[in-house]
């Protein structure tokens, strides 16, 4: 940890990141960019599913909104691929399904759209077997959110399914 707390006081130290209020921050959003960069492709949707995760168990026993979200964006950032538990694919796709909820009551119906069609890709083969509710809310609540932002093609593709 002390470590750590060393690289970080260098990091200030050179300009890297600003201290504000105990919180650290780079100070610039190209620096930012180039730090992100320099992890491999792959690991990045690995760290984005990771901290979804924890962020995501953290917001079913908080009821703030913004957690949720959070949690919904870095977990879509890393995509079905980085799901390393098939069981997982349930548990994101109702966090989708409940930020789609959240945003259509925001009447912000293109996040909507993106949080149930990112719900939709996180399904396993045989969902409306085991998850039919999930499925159904899902492509009904996608279907009807396209429609909302004039996507007259995907919402006649979701409500076929």
Partial sequence: MRGLCNNLDIAVDEGLLEKKGGQLRFSHDRIQEAAYNTLPADERC???HVCGMALASFSTSESDDNILLAAVNQ???GGPAA???TSQSFTIATVNLRA???AM???DFGAAYSYFNHG???LQEGHWQEHYDLSLSLFELASK???AIGDLANSMLHSEQ
Wanted: aromatic residues 10%; charged residues 10%; proline residues 0%.
């Fill in 120 to 122: 939709i890709s996180f």
């Fill in 105 to 107: 009551v925001m009447s």
């Fill in 83 to 85: 799901v390393q538990d």
């Fill in 46 to 48: 690995l760290f984005h």
């Fill in 100 to 102: 789609g909820q959240k």
């Fill in 145 to 147: 959110c396209a429609l």
């Fill in 75 to 77: 977990i879509n950032l």
